[in-house]
């Protein structure tokens, strides 16, 4: 049974890292708030109840892996890395700014925590089969997560990813779709239709759950019961809402990159602050 | 008669070695094991050869992955499909994450020959050279093959090898040693010089002979490093000869022709001709075929070298 005292402090990890992202993207005045804050509830339960990381020794070789395949939602994982200890807080403030770190798009051989450089849709999800097969190589027990969002599903090169993990039998392999339902310019199932999304993935030899991707306790609750099926790679299709936690921003398509005016990060903090969701 | 030698049965060896002496090495393949030579590795090496099926996209982000968890992946598959249809992928996931990926682009240039320009791989090196971090090599024979494959091996870092499919002399003896970025001089002369690379450095050396019958010292450097460069070596031809003729199965854009221009016109300004195969698709006709059909021979070279000589020296 999940812990509901772990679940409360995982719901104001969340609320901090998410005000944390807004801020940043205020303060830079770029960046993907809409998927970030769709995002947010999975990153959290998997860096501080799940990941077997240490952030002292970010290249531990037994590490788990976690992939972000929907890179431009950096700036959640740059606050959810920093926050867990993999870089200071004040580091945040340098988002997008000449010569920081903390690119658009997370960079593996700048930032500590990041496993491979993602951005381009459809290259997470394979580089993370590699890990997998990798792990398996060697006889090692760590696991492999990856996180993309919906509409990256369009990108064939998953298809190829999906297949061959179902064919290694990547039983270490975890795939978390963040199902918001939105992508850039309007809603997936209007721009390029992924439904049935969980018969897909069966249909390519996956155990499927799905899940609210917002409710830090049943997250828990399925990764807790990983593997799904022993033999099979395990498939969370994740449903959530671009822009959780600010009202004026959830399930809007406009708050993909849309940066808040002075107003609206004012009103979105306060939202935030007083965990309103 | 010469003898020819298909670079790939080198490569393969030299595979093999290398895996019995690290437990890291492995093969990311897409569904081309016999192409690749490497049925050989996959019996002796079970589990080791990683087939992704007809996946470019997949066969190279899983090495990237692979690489992740601390293995030694060499990607073996027809440079076409390797680079034209994984391009995004050895930008992103290699040379971006810097991740310690062997891509080895097997059957390079015009070697499928009869089945056309899909199969034929004359722009690798003009995508593959022009992404940061990515050391990129073009083995002239089986011994350059073997020793810039242990290069690949020993070394961190991205690294694309083109392995020859077309038979080719050898050009090194026993005693070579291959050292990446740096030029082997295998002729020395003082009126041009000739540059190539791969499965064409022969034919360099066979005009350099038809040249010395002119009465024209050619010299020669085989160019197995396109990225990095060279420059010094070039740098010395163009101050020392005055002229250069680059040869290469490849397009004349962007490939070693490119490479070599864009030190001598920015540094040391001489003529040059650049031989490799126009802006075209080719037609029907074998690998050998088409080398005499596009001059990319002894006797286009020699007419290239005649011609720079005939316009009189740089002041």
């Known amino acids: 049974m999940v812990d509901t005292v772990q679940v409360d402090k995982l719901q104001q990890l969340a609320a901090t890292i998410r005000r944390h992202d807004l801020t940043m993207v205020h303060r830079a005045r770029l960046g993907h708030i809409g998927g970030e804050l769709s995002a947010i509830d999975i990153l959290t339960t998997l860096y501080f109840a799940v990941l077997n990381v240490d952030p002292s020794r970010p290249d531990w070789p037994d590490r788990d892996r976690f992939i972000l395949s929907k890179g431009h939602a950096a700036a959640a994982l740059y606050t959810t890395l920093a926050v867990a200890g993999f870089m200071p807080i004040e580091e945040l403030a340098t988002f997008m700014q000449p010569l920081s770190r903390l690119n658009g798009h997370p960079n593996r051989t700048k930032v500590?925590?990041?496993?491979?450089?993602?951005?381009?849709?459809?290259?997470?999800?394979?580089?993370?089969?590699?890990?997998?097969?990798?792990?398996?190589?060697?006889?090692?027990?760590?696991r492999t997560f990856v996180l993309t969002g919906d509409?990256?599903?369009?990108?064939?090169?998953?298809?190829?990813?999906?297949?061959?993990?179902?064919?290694?039998?990547?039983?270490?392999l975890t795939l978390i779709v963040d199902r918001n339902r939105l992508q850039q310019g309007d809603l997936t199932e209007r721009t390029m239709g992924l439904d049935p999304l969980g018969d897909k993935f069966r249909a390519f030899g996956w155990y499927v759950r799905e899940v609210d991707g917002h409710d830090h306790g049943a997250l828990l609750d399925l990764f807790q019961s990983l593997p799904f099926n022993p033999g099979q790679p395990s498939c969370i299709i994740a449903n959530t809402h671009k822009g959780q936690g600010v009202s004026f921003m959830r399930d809007q398509v406009a708050w993909h990159h849309k940066v808040p005016n002075d107003e609206e990060y004012a009103l979105a903090l306060s939202e935030l602050e007083r965990g309103e969701d | 008669?010469?003898?020819?030698?298909?670079?790939?049965?080198?490569?393969?060896?030299?595979?093999e070695a290398i895996a019995l002496e690290d437990p890291r090495a492995c093969i990311v393949a897409n569904d081309s094991i016999g192409s690749s030579k490497v049925g050989d590795f996959a019996k002796r090496f079970p589990g080791r050869l990683i087939n992704v099926g007809i996946a470019e996209q997949n066969m190279v982000g899983v090495a990237a992955g692979l690489a992740n968890a601390g293995k030694l992946p060499f990607v073996c598959a027809a440079s076409c499909f390797l680079t034209g249809r994984a391009l995004e992928q050895i930008k992103a996931d290699v040379a971006y994450s810097d991740a310690n990926v062997k891509l080895c682009g097997m059957s390079p240039g015009m070697a499928y020959g009869e089945l056309g320009p899909t199969h034929h791989s004359i722009e690798d090196l003009a995508w593959t050279r022009a992404i940061a971090n990515l050391t990129v090599i073009v083995p002239a024979d089986p011994i350059e093959t073997a020793q810039a494959l242990r290069f690949a091996a020993a070394h961190y870092g991205p690294v694309f090898l083109r392995v020859s499919r077309m038979g080719v002399p050898a050009v090194h003896d026993s005693g070579?040693?291959?050292?990446?970025?740096?030029?082997?001089?295998?002729?020395?002369?003082?009126?041009?010089t000739i540059i190539a690379n791969?499965?064409?450095?022969?034919?360099?050396?066979?005009?350099?002979?038809?040249?010395?019958?002119?009465?024209?010292?050619?010299?020669?450097?085989?160019?197995?490093?396109?990225?990095p460069i060279d420059r010094e070596a070039i740098l010395a031809a163009a101050r020392e000869t005055g002229r250069i003729v680059t040869v290469e199965e490849h397009t004349i854009y962007g490939g070693l022709g490119g490479a070599v221009a864009e030190v001598v016109s920015t540094a040391y300004p001489v003529p040059m001709r650049i031989i490799g195969v126009p802006g075209v698709f080719a037609p029907t006709g074998s690998a050998s075929w088409l080398l005499e059909y596009f001059g990319i021979t002894a006797a286009g070279i020699r007419a290239a070298a005649l011609e720079l000589v005939r316009m009189g020296r740089a002041a």
């Open chain 2, 176 to 192: 070579y040693q291959f050292a990446v970025g740096q030029a082997a001089l295998l002729r020395t002369g003082s009126d041009v």
């Open chain 1, 151 to 172: 509409g990256e599903l369009q990108e064939g090169s998953n298809w190829e990813a999906a297949m061959a993990a179902a064919h290694y039998r990547l039983d270490n």
């Open chain 1, 112 to 142: 500590p925590g990041v496993e491979t450089n993602t951005g381009p849709l459809g290259h997470g999800f394979p580089v993370a089969v590699g890990c997998a097969i990798g792990a398996k190589l060697s006889n090692a027990t760590w």
């Open chain 2, 1 to 15: 008669m010469t003898t020819l030698y298909d670079c790939r049965d080198a490569f393969a060896r030299t595979l």
């Open chain 2, 198 to 227: 791969g499965t064409v450095v022969s034919r360099a050396l066979d005009a350099a002979v038809l040249l010395a019958a002119d009465g024209i010292s050619a010299r020669v450097l085989n160019m197995a490093t396109v990225r």
